[in-house]
């Protein structure tokens, strides 16, 4: 075993845990996950049935991730912060194998005891705030806070705020790493 598992972690059947992942303290990881290198599930995390999780995906304490949600590579959840994946729940109406799909994508980051309504996905790089509750699919790059969550600005791949030039660049302090502003589509991609 080349991964991690605290002795009071439950890992249930058919998952799939690849190297250098660590999973803490009273965790449990449900049938047929599939987690990649070198994740870290903090403490009283639970990964629901046939979820996926990418590579370096950083879950820290107190986190669900229901199934119907996909983590790729590099993406942080803050610590108890929640996703959903019924729009409608009833406890009545039993919507099993109806869940709505939610995916982070690329090194986006979610924030502390931030809530992400179903369905809308949160784009590469994006940034989440503490407390922030989703109902809108989030751009690449996109700095977003508040409930309902709006966008308040664009952050960098390093997570630094970028202050568009009045020619539509920006470079982010950490990394000198470029980024062009689109006024046409309201888009950041980054150039460099
Ligand atoms: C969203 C965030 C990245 C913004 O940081 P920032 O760029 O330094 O922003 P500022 O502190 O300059 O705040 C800008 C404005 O947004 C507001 N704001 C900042 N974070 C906010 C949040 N989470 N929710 C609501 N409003 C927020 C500020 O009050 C300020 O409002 P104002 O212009 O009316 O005064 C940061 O506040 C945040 O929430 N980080 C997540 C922290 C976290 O959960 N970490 C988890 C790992 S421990």
Known sequence: MDYFVHETAVIDNGCKIRS???IWHFS???TDCEIGESCNIGQNVVVSPGVKLGRNVKVQNNVSIYTGVICEDDVFLGPSMVFTNVINP???VNRRGQYAQTIVKTGASIGANATIVCGNNIGEYALVGAGAVVTKTVKPYALIV?????????VSEYGHRLNFKKN???????SNQEYEFNPKDNTVKRIK
């Open 146 to 154: 508040g409930n309902p969550a709006k966008q308040i600005g664009w």
């Open 28 to 30: 449990h990881i449900m």
């Open 90 to 92: 009833r406890s009545a």
């Open 168 to 174: 539509h660049i920006a470079v982010c302090p950490e």
């Open 20 to 22: 250098g992942t660590k």
